[in-house]
């Protein structure tokens, strides 16, 4: 598996991104949604990586920086096919060795309280997150659940 600097450019990173969303406004409350779009994560505050096998897309995710010392995971994603076989992980742990060298003492992260999503707040757990309140401009929400990771 390689993970690589995406520039969102290539059609089955859309078509992810595309599932990805649906599936966020299907399990949640429009209100609740916090995705980003493809046009959010091509701000200039984000940087998107993706993992491949050979020239197939294993999975996203997405670092936005809300402070030169805090950081958002965002749009973390597997495909179907890689779902079980280690991708989150590895891109999380990925994306916090980033975080690191870009010298965050933090990262924070939202994501849903439904069941659906009862196994990204496990990897996060498993990954050291603890939960915390809402942070930059987030909100109590019953459909949000927020974590964070002092790194």
């Given at each position: 598996m390689r993970i690589e600097v995406d520039?969102?450019?290539r059609p089955?990173?859309?078509?992810?991104?595309?599932?990805h969303l649906a599936d966020m406004h299907a399990t949640s409350p429009a209100e609740?949604?916090?995705?980003?779009?493809?046009?959010?994560?091509?701000?200039?505050?984000?940087?998107?990586?993706?993992?491949?096998e050979a020239d197939a897309l294993l999975?996203?995710?997405?670092?936005?920086?809300?402070?030169?010392?805090?950081?958002?995971?965002?749009?973390?994603?597997?495909?179907?096919?890689?779902?079980?076989r280690g991708v989150a992980s590895s891109l999380l742990v990925h994306v916090l060795d980033d975080a690191r060298r870009r010298g965050y003492g933090r990262v924070s992260l939202e994501t849903g309280t439904q069941d659906y999503f009862a196994a990204a707040r496990r990897l996060y757990v498993r990954?050291?997150?603890?939960?915390?309140?809402?942070?930059?401009?987030?909100?109590?929400?019953?459909?949000?659940?927020?974590f964070s990771l002092s790194l």
């Amino acid at each position: 598996m390689r993970i690589e600097v995406d520039d969102l450019s290539r059609p089955h990173v859309h078509a992810l991104l595309t599932e990805h969303l649906a599936d966020m406004h299907a399990t949640s409350p429009a209100e609740s949604v916090h995705a980003l779009d493809l046009s959010g994560l091509r701000g200039s505050d984000v940087t998107v990586w993706t993992a491949w096998e050979a020239d197939a897309l294993l999975g996203i995710v997405a670092l936005k920086e809300l402070s030169p010392d805090h950081g958002e995971l965002k749009s973390m994603r597997t495909t179907g096919a890689a779902r079980g076989r280690g991708v989150a992980s590895s891109l999380l742990v990925h994306v916090l060795d980033d975080a690191r060298r870009r010298g965050y003492g933090r990262v924070s992260l939202e994501t849903g309280t439904q069941d659906y999503f009862a196994a990204a707040r496990r990897l996060y757990v498993r990954h050291g997150f603890d939960e915390c309140p809402p942070f930059a401009d987030y909100v109590v929400d019953p459909s949000s659940a927020f974590f964070s990771l002092s790194l």
